[in-house]
């Protein structure tokens, strides 16, 4: 054991000496208030059924308490029989005693069962409701959130912090209840019998309390450092295993361990020595109630040698039927106060996991305060009408201050006037920046890699606010339009195709979930996408997985190009739509995405400069400034910077 200390001390020193400038400090980041947090959600969830717990924690704890009572009246008679030398009457008071003890006995284990059989209703479906509560808020949570956060360690909160507080609701809170109410149950039968020995007790318990204090406080600022590490663990690891073909191509395998390695030691460390504080209370707490048990007995006897008098609520003299059941309640007392402070390591760890759920949920959600709404319409007598069933035709449902609602047809024209955009408030990274895309037009963005280009998809999107200026669509401010409806007139098809665990069926029908197999079947066919489609082993019905790895990447951007397309949207962005397919699938692509944009207003991105070429507008960015404009001819004719990327030997890096 010498050794083993030893050695976790001397590897503890090493980690904290490592290279990092990061210092493993015991920080305090449990935020008050948590654990009442999670009890009161719990009633909220259960109104009923918590009660009805808590009443049956409270019978079993009492009941536990009740032993000590019995032994004294039992010993009182045996006390009685002996010095009166009646042993007659002794057995059926005795045997009455049993009797009743039994009794409490059996209903406690009827309300034993009867608490565990809740309590694994109540753990499991509370733990859902959190899972739900989290999942649906984080789909309201902004883009910004998922660019700036881990999402390993976002996972982790459906994991390790999820399990931790299953623990300590399961586990920590019933115990720790049972725990309180037999030490307050005890306490109270102490005074009712000797409030000399009582006192003696009370002030081993303070000391007690001040070692757990001491000791859990450490430990508690530990262990939120802990769960921290643990998700940045996460973070890291899912990160390497997205990379592993990086990690291979570049034979960083070393590094990628090194990397590791460095935040598994500060782990090892904030969970070692975590462990090491909430391991040597208990064997503290233990020890002092042992000693606790002698003092009492020891003042006991001095009690009956020297015959001082008794104080107490029963106004019984002390004798040796009060002595030898108080040191049992000495033992059971000092037992519970030790099992208090044991249970407030895992109420620690739960606390800790339960902040960072509570964290998550209490992330302020994305902000939407538009009004105007997307609506199914038709033309009746030359005006535009709502209606329900899918027309084709799209219009802009505007409400008024003094309540009159307009109807004015979606038409895709698109205007960016000034605008001004950072993700930094430092650091500005669109000026002043002017677009005008009329309906039907083809307007293509064309610039370096960081110059802005799909910075300005994400602010139509509103996935980002503009910092100044104005966005209009069809004239209507962007920001009166809710977000929902105004990210539904949009098709976008990204570099990055995500396809999700399902039929290939399911993953075209994802742009638009109404759409039928046929309607699917033909936006397959419009994207080229079709032909490879009808080879799978199940053709349609193919299930795809883990982002549909066993197609090809130019595969899987037909299959987002055709997702695109059964949505049938009004304005399109394409976003390097094409950059994953080979020239030959190009040439096919192209066909299909020329019929598909065909009526529509479309932004494209795109680092091939041939695929831009038919465009109506060209605009060029360099560091967020929009440095030339016109078609094709215009801008080779202009013999500008268009001119040298287009007749240059190499393509846009």
């Known amino acids: 054991m010498i050794f083993i200390e030893r050695f976790t001390n001397h590897r503890i020193r090493q980690v904290i000496m490592m290279k990092s400038n990061e210092k493993v400090k015991p920080t305090s980041g449990i935020k008050k208030g948590t654990a009442l947090r999670v009890i009161k959600t719990l009633f909220q969830f259960y109104p009923v059924m918590m009660p009805l717990t808590v009443i049956c924690i409270l019978f079993n704890a009492i009941v536990g308490a009740i032993p000590a009572v019995f ?12 010095k009166t030398g009646d042993w007659a009457g002794a057995g059926p008071k005795i045997l009455s005693d049993v009797r009743i003890l039994v009794t409490f006995y059996v209903l406690s284990l009827l309300s034993g069962v009867a608490f565990n059989q809740m309590m694994a209703v109540i753990t499991q479906g509370f733990l859902k409701k959190m899972r739900v509560k989290m999942f649906s808020g984080m789909q309201n949570l902004p883009i910004k959130y998922f660019d700036t956060h881990n999402h390993g360690d976002i996972m982790s909160h459906y994991t390790n912090d999820i399990d931790t507080m299953r623990q300590m609701v399961s586990q920590s809170f019933p115990q720790l209840l049972i725990s309180i109410v037999s030490v307050v149950s005890v306490f109270f039968i102490m005074i009712y019998y000797s409030v000399w020995l009582a006192l003696v007790v009370v002030i081993g318990v303070i000391i007690m309390l001040f070692v757990t204090k001491k000791v859990a406080g450490t430990s508690s600022r530990f262990f939120f450092r802990n769960q921290d590490y643990l998700g940045r663990e996460e973070g890291y690891i899912e990160e390497m295993m997205n990379g592993q073909k990086v990690v291979k191509v570049f034979c960083h395998e070393q590094e990628a361990i090194d990397g590791f390695n460095e935040i598994n030691d500060k782990l090892f460390v904030t969970s070692s020595t975590a462990h090491r504080y909430a391991n040597m209370l208990m064997p503290i707490l233990t020890n002092i109630g042992n000693v606790l048990y002698v003092i009492v007995a020891v003042v006991g006897g ?23 059941p108080f040191l049992n309640m000495t033992k059971q007392f000092s037992g519970n106060v030790s099992q208090v402070s044991n249970q407030i390591n895992s109420v620690v760890m739960g606390v800790a996991g339960a902040q960072r759920i509570f964290d998550l949920i209490d992330e302020k959600p994305e902000q939407d305060n538009g009004f105007a709404t997307l609506v199914n319409a038709k033309e009746a007598n030359g005006d535009i009408v709502e209606c329900k069933e899918h027309t084709g035709i799209w219009a802009w449902k505007y409400p008024h201050e003094d309540g009159n609602v307009t109807y004015s047809k979606l038409n895709g024209d698109v205007r960016f006037r000034d605008v001004d955009f950072a993700y930094d408030p430092d650091k500005m990274i669109l000026h002043d920046i002017s677009i005008y895309a009329e309906p039907g037009q083809k307007v293509a963005l064309v610039g370096a890699t960081g110059a802005g280009k799909t910075t300005i998809t994400n602010l139509l999107n509103r996935f980002y606010d503009i910092v100044d200026g104005t966005i209009l669509y069809d004239g209507i401010d962007i920001n009166e339009i809710k977000k929902d409806d105004l990210r539904h007139s949009l098709g976008v098809i990204l570099q990055d195709t995500n396809l999700f665990t399902g039929t290939v069926m399911d993953n075209i029908r994802y742009g638009r979930l109404d759409a039928t197999d046929d309607e699917c079947i033909e936006a397959a066919k419009l994207a080229g996408a079709d032909d490879f489609v009808t080879r799978l082993p199940n053709g349609y019905q193919t299930m795809l997985s883990g982002n549909g790895a066993n197609l090809s990447q130019g595969q899987r951007q037909l299959l987002a190009i055709s997702r695109a397309a059964v949505a049938d949207p009004p304005v399109l962005i394409m976003d390097e739509a094409t950059s994953s397919i080979d020239t030959r699938t190009e040439a096919i692509v192209q066909r299909g995405m020329d019929a598909l944009m065909e009526g529509r207003t479309v932004f494209v991105i795109a680092h091939r400069l041939s695929t831009v070429k038919n465009s109506d507008v060209i605009m060029v960015l360099d560091h967020g400034r929009i440095i030339e404009r016109g078609n094709h001819d215009q801008l080779i004719e202009k013999r500008g910077t268009y001119y040298q990327l287009y007749t240059g030997a190499f393509e846009l890096e």
Do not use: F, K, Y
């Not at 015959?307 to 030898?324: D, Q, R, Y």
């Open 71 to 82: 032994m004294q009246r039992v010993m009182a008679v045996v006390e009685t029989s002996w």
């Open 302 to 324: 001095i009690l009956l040698v020297q015959e001082i008098p008794n104080i107490s609520l029963s106004g019984m003299a002390i004798s040796i039927s009060v002595v030898v």
